[in-house]
């Protein structure tokens, strides 16, 4: 029995000090197996780093493993467990589908603005809490096999006695502390199995970044502002409007929030993705666009003209801020104020460097979609179909680079589990690699 993962990690560095020399990094397999590997890359002096994998759950059963994905696009099925369960194909791609999504947030949610740790002809010691069936441990050994380690280890407190031979193909060794029968759960050797939430892994790899990483946290990056994180008052003539402003230290480029009808700065949504592009080292803006006695007259929230007018007026206000340095600017629009964003980014040209579109009404912004220069990406739930169409249409018109993403099963809100995080992942991605970049 293992008091908690913290003991079951120190235990297990015991068991690793042959490792001692050589050119290692640990890997955790978040969640759980973060903490032992903490304790793990503590003994070795190594760095740590995660390896993300999501399993794939019987539909009826989700605790039993009929295969497992992982980053980098690795993928394993049981096809064994797959026929035993009656799982259809179908039901496969359905399950794999939501897990990627899931993937890709944790994946972002975990390494933020972290650089990956190289794995080029190292040796990755892959760490978990415990070993049920392997599948998950197999999958990261692939993928870290496709990221150029030239040796892969999987170590873990407990496991059942078949695991050596489950992993063979994929490890080069495999270390456990024990290896106790029956084995039914892995929680059964543990003392305390709670939950492990997602800022603890956040902070243990914090804690884990050399100072001296380039690209570790947004602190490391160069040539941002200096870090701020509060409300303020957005100035747009005679208008005062109230905002939340954060830039993160090193900011590679500030994103102001546009929200759409019947939504302000406190919208849970827009908060959501700007806390995630925060936690990546981008700097956001979330005002309000309309005053509260503006609010009250319905008609408002479809003046694009007057929307457009404060978007350009928050713009301004921003780049005038004190401590804010010169740095890309995007805009993040949804419902009424994606249109907003759009007419604003044809008069701002290279002043806007990219634009995002969640659930947006990209149609309103008529004629003006052809005097858009800006990178634009459109981003709509696969069941909000009306919208698609005016979407699809929008982007028709559309002269500058664009893309329009379809996240399946997601509606108008992206209330769905995982699809708001999936939309955060494609604005993250999209802002990155446009920022800096002119406007074509």
Sequence with gaps: MFRNRVEAGRRLADKLHHLEGEDVVVLGL????????YEV????????????????????????????IGEEGVRLVDERTMSMAGVTPGELAIVEERERIELDRRALLFRGARNRVSLKDKTAVIVDDGIATGSTARVAARVARALGASRVVVATPVAPSEVFERLSADADEVVVI????????IGQFYFDFSQTPDAEVSSL?????????PGTSPVAATGGAEPFDDDVVVAVGDIRLGGRLTIPAGSKGTVIFVHGSGSSRHSPRNRHVAELLNRAGL???LFDLLTVPEESDRANVFDIHLLVDRLRGATLWLEAFPGWTEQPIGLFGASTGAAAALCAAAELGEGISAVVSRGGRPDLAGARLREVRSPTLLIVGGRDEVVLELNRAAQAELECESRLDVIPGATHLFEEPGALDRVAALALEWFLSHFGQPSA
């Design 41 to 68: 890359a503590r003994a070795l002096n190594a760095p740590l780093d995660v390896i993300v994998v999501r399993k794939l759950g019987v539909p009826y059963q989700p605790e039993l493993a009929m295969g497992a």
């Design 178 to 185: 024990d290896t106790p029968e029956p084995f039914f759960a």
């Design 283 to 285: 700097g956001t803006l």
């Design 30 to 37: 978040p969640r759980g197996g973060v903490p032992v590997a």
């Design 205 to 213: 790899l914090e804690l884990a970044a050399p100072a001296s990483e």
